[in-house]
């Protein structure tokens, strides 16, 4: 069975990672102070990255080191994961939703624009599903109306195609577990403004290790979990599952939370260990950019296949990396029960939602993106998936329309 999700790791980074995160204690201060100016100069030559634990910890320093006025708004893009939202509140601040329009999975510059109030200090746009949106006109009414952009690219890494737009005030790319080139862990950042971020640098360094024995145990369970997700030990699984009569998804869902809920700031408020920075600088080192155009082509055939009977979020981006495969359908239950049938495993619900609007602005609802959102099912799709399986299973779906 084709699992929904395969993590985007291969075999020897994992054993990589096992073995720098085995090292002995005094080599690990020393290597960290040498492994991370390394990976911040070869990201950007302009002296403004920033590496930490994960998009959540740059996020939540950066809105520290703002000082923005307390109740000032930062308009959203209406779908993101809900932490983002939470971090904001926690500063003082007041999260807007911005509703998305479901061909890009933006909102328009328009909507962008009529959202803003004198209490609007900064607009937060997020690159969804893979997808690469054109940042300019939102650069250009971040400048009109002097706030800052900040440009959430944590879905959407694409090796050194992109990194982010030149007029973004601060850029984040993600290499968490599910994300693309995972390195288990860690973030870049872009910080435009060098006392910016000497303040955020000065903060981070005032943090905790991360406990290399945890980083260790987390990729003992992600190489289960790689074990797990492959074709055959994935049908097992299933098969398991239902005998003892338990539920998969539970099970696995459980063991990717990558933050506790309780103890959250806590646990985002580290500073990454070295092992987890020496596969950072390897995941990036050794981009398979052949890997990733597979994914794109697979990702336009299957979009080919689909439409114009379903219709696919996000399809009509510029560029597209195809990080998941959304699908809007009519009867999520039926179609993901024919699908699991015939042997792929797609996810009726992921962890991005859309973020509720403040109580003072209820007309900021996301009406068009929600609608969209709650037919959304996600299909398994990596470039493992052979054109072949890739077509029947548009033909499982093109039959139940049908
Ligand atoms: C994954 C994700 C984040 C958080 O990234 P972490 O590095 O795990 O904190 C933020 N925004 C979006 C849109 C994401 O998909």
């Not at 005094?26 to 994960?54: G, H, M, Q, R």
């Not at 005998?243 to 580290?270: C, H």
């Not at 950072?280 to 114009?308: C, H, M, V, Y």
């Not at 996000?314 to 993901?336: M, S």
């Amino acid at each position: 069975m084709w699992a929904r999700k395969r993590i985007d790791i291969g075999w020897l980074d994992l054993h990589f990672a096992l073995s720098r995160a085995g090292m002995r204690l005094s080599k690990y201060l020393l290597t960290n102070k040498c492994v991370t100016p390394y990976i911040e100069s070869e990201w950007s030559a302009d002296s403004d990255a920033f590496v930490c634990l994960s998009v959540r910890t740059g996020f939540d320093i950066l809105l520290a080191k703002l000082k923005l006025p307390a109740g000032s708004e930062v308009l959203m893009s209406a779908v993101t994961i809900q932490d983002m939202a939470r971090i904001i509140e926690h500063h003082g601040l007041v999260p807007v939703p911005i509703d998305l329009d479901p061909a890009t999975m933006a909102p328009t510059p328009e909507a962008l624009e009529a959202a803003i109030t004198p209490q609007t200090k900064a607009i937060l746009i997020a690159h969804l599903f893979g997808g690469i949106i054109d940042l300019s006109p939102y650069a250009n009414i971040a400048k009109k109306h002097d706030l800052i952009l900040i440009e959430d690219c944590a879905q959407a890494f694409d090796g050194d195609e992109y990194r982010g737009h030149p007029e973004s005030n601060v850029v984040m790319f993600s290499f968490g577990p599910i994300k693309t080139a995972t390195a288990l862990g860690g973030a870049i950042l872009t910080i435009r403004n060098a006392e910016l971020l000497s303040q955020m640098k000065d903060q981070h360094s005032k943090y905790l290790f991360q406990n290399q024995w945890s980083f260790f145990k987390r990729v003992c369970t992600y190489t289960v979990l790689k074990f797990i997700g492959g074709y055959y030990a994935f049908g097992l699984l299933v098969k398991l599952c239902r005998l003892m009569g338990k539920d998969y998804e539970t099970l696995l869902n459980g063991a990717v939370r990558n933050f506790p809920a309780d103890e959250f700031f806590q646990s985002i408020r580290q500073q990454p260990t070295s092992a987890l920075c020496l596969l950072l600088k390897r995941r990036i080192n050794k981009f398979n950019a052949i890997r990733q155009d597979r994914r794109i082509e697979s990702g336009r055939l299957l979009t080919e296949l689909l439409t114009p009977h379903f219709h696919c979020p996000g399809t009509e981006l510029i560029r597209h990396t195809f990080w998941v495969f959304p699908v809007e359908v009519q009867d999520k239950t039926e179609i993901v029960s024919r699908l699991r049938k015939a042997g792929f495993d797609a996810a009726s619900a992921s962890q991005l939602a859309p973020i509720s609007p403040p109580e003072s602005r209820p007309e900021m609802f996301p009406r068009q993106v929600s609608k969209c959102l709650d037919r959304v099912i996600y299909l398994p799709f990596y470039p493992e998936m052979p054109d072949s399986e890739l077509k029947r299973m548009a033909r499982v779906m093109l039959d139940i329309k049908s």
